[in-house]
T-cell receptor, first 111, second 115 residues
Framework: QQQVKQSPQSLIVQKGGISIINCAYE??????FPWYQQFPGKGPALLIA?????SEKKEGRFTISFNKSAKQFSLHIMDSQPGDSATYFC??????????FGTGTRLKVLA | NAGVMQNPRHLVRRRGQEARLRCSPM?????VYWYRQLPEEGLKFMVY????????ESGMPKERFSAEFPKEGPSILRIQQVVRGDSAAYFC?????????????FGPGTRLTVL
């Protein structure tokens, strides 16, 4: 019940396309859902986060869509660029410090 | 304002040796978290510390692993008698408080290889 399931494991998108990464959870106590971006050899960096009181949050080309009833949330990267090539992790927490991370999605954007 | 600093960035140890990983949190942050990332897996919470206190070590193996965050100096994650299965990237994060809605800032990680 503490798991966060992330898919796909890897994703290849053409430059300018839309990248979509999905996550699902079971624990209804989760109420904070951040997405982290990790470049090779670097630590994860917060990209965007959402709380379940809204169904969508947009920051530039990055959008989180949240479906509370389905217990799913997804990251959409519009107009994907080669510089977006990285590993993306979703995470969830129940208002505490303990983040539960998904297994990651390796995104490659072709030039 | 320097970010979270970790050293060494890469560490190679032979089986049975000790590994010491250091983490200096961001300035003004007094909450430190350690995570382990195995190849092709997400980050797994290990331990949460405040200055001189271990708050939650529920994710840390009971044997061979220990962590501290002294009053002065960096936080240390110590692995005694390392085994091949300890090979992983170890990330430290810090935050100004422990509320889940506040961002945890991650360091660049220490990549431990056990020969």
């Amino acid at each position: 019940q503490q798991q966060v399931k992330q898919s796909p494991q890897s994703l290849i998108v053409q430059k300018g396309g839309i990248s979509i990464i999905n996550c699902a959870y079971e624990n209804t106590a989760f109420d904070y859902f951040p997405w982290y971006q990790q470049f090779p050899g670097k630590g994860p960096a917060l990209l965007i986060a959402i709380r379940p009181d809204v169904s969508e949050k947009k920051e530039g080309r990055f959008t989180i869509s949240f479906n509370k009833s389905a217990k799913q949330f997804s990251l959409h990267i519009m107009d994907s660029q080669p510089g977006d090539s990285a590993t993306y992790f979703c995470a969830a927490s129940s208002g505490t410090y303990k983040y539960i991370f998904g297994t990651g999605t390796r995104l490659k954007v072709l030039a | 304002n320097a970010g979270v600093m970790q050293n060494p960035r890469h560490l190679v140890r032979r089986r049975g040796q000790e590994a010491r990983l250091r983490c200096s949190p961001m300035k003004g942050h007094s909450h430190v978290y350690w995570y382990r990332q195995l190849p092709e897996e997400g980050l797994k919470f290990m331990v949460y510390l405040q200055k001189e206190n271990i708050i939650d070590e529920s994710g840390m193996p009971k044997e061979r692993f220990s962590a501290e965050f002294p009053k002065e100096g960096p936080s240390i994650l110590r692995i005694q008698q390392v085994v091949r299965g300890d090979s992983a990237a170890y990330f430290c994060a810090s935050s100004p408080n422990d509320r889940g809605y506040n961002e945890q800032f991650f360091g660049p990680g220490t990549r431990l290889t056990v020969l």
